[in-house]
């Protein structure tokens, strides 16, 4: 009865030594696997944007296969590989038939259809 109390308390303490040693790498582990939802959630409101949100919807004008989109009236966007900075610019600004967003879309949509579109149409 002694014995096994002891042993218990014995663990106990082991454990709570044994914790503050883990708590680095725990958080560690946290903070990236974190970081990993917050670009998987920047990606899905990039692909809302990209086929709901934006008014008119960008797939009306552009294929781009990971949105299922087949527009044709823009460019096919896996042909034309835009970095995020290009992407940015035609939605804020428009580009010839293509309207400009910039008071329609938030910031916030704007830089996350940018990363969408950049990521997506690179294959990635
Ligand atoms: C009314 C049709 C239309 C809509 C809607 C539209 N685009 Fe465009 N887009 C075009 C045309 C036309 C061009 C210019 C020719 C080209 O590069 O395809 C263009 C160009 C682009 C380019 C290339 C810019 C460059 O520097 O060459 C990107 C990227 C782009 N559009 C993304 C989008 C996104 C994202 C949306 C939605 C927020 C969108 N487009 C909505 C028609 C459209």
């Not at 308390?9 to 725990?26: D, E, G, K, M, N």
């Not at 896996?78 to 428009?94: I, T, W, Y």
Request: proline fraction near 5%; charged fraction near 20%; glycine fraction near 8%.
């Amino acid at each position: 009865m002694m014995r096994s109390f002891s042993r218990r308390v014995r663990c106990v303490t082991a454990c709570f030594r044994i914790l503050p040693a883990l708590w680095p790498a725990a958080a560690i582990a946290f903070s990236t696997s974190a970081a990993g939802a917050d670009a998987n959630a920047k990606m899905e409101l990039g692909r809302t944007v990209f086929t709901k949100i934006a008014q008119p919807q960008c797939g009306l004008c552009h294929t781009l296969e990971d949105a299922g989109t087949t527009g044709t009236i823009g460019a096919k966007l896996e042909e034309l590989r835009p970095d995020a900075n290009r992407v940015a610019e035609a939605v804020r600004k428009g580009l010839g038939v293509m309207p400009p967003y910039a008071g329609k879309l938030t910031d916030e949509q704007i830089e996350a259809v940018a990363h969408y579109v950049s990521r997506a149409a690179a294959g990635n």
